[in-house]
């Protein structure tokens, strides 16, 4: 798997979620993906973090 990525790298993370073949770090990538999204939606948000039923989400094994 590759280095960690910084916050709104969403775009290296969705290309290696798209060839990840193994289903444990799938679900990390998918978590990370997830996390790297709901940054750059609170960035570009006018009001911050106010979220409209897309609130985080918790995955199995406190992945998170």
């Known amino acids: 798997m590759a280095p960690h ?10 290309q290696q979620t798209s060839n990840e073949m193994d289903s444990a770090k799938l679900l990390i990538l998918v978590a990370k993906l997830c996390r790297a999204l709901d940054g750059e939606r609170e960035k570009k ?3 911050g ?3 409209t039923g ?3 989400r918790s995955f199995p094994g406190g992945l998170a």
Do not use: C, H, Q, Y
């Not at 990525?5 to 969705?14: E, N, S």
């Open 54 to 56: 897309n609130e985080p």
């Open 49 to 51: 973090a106010t979220f």
């Open 45 to 47: 948000s006018p009001r």
């Open 5 to 14: 990525f910084g916050d709104g790298d969403w775009r290296p993370i969705a």
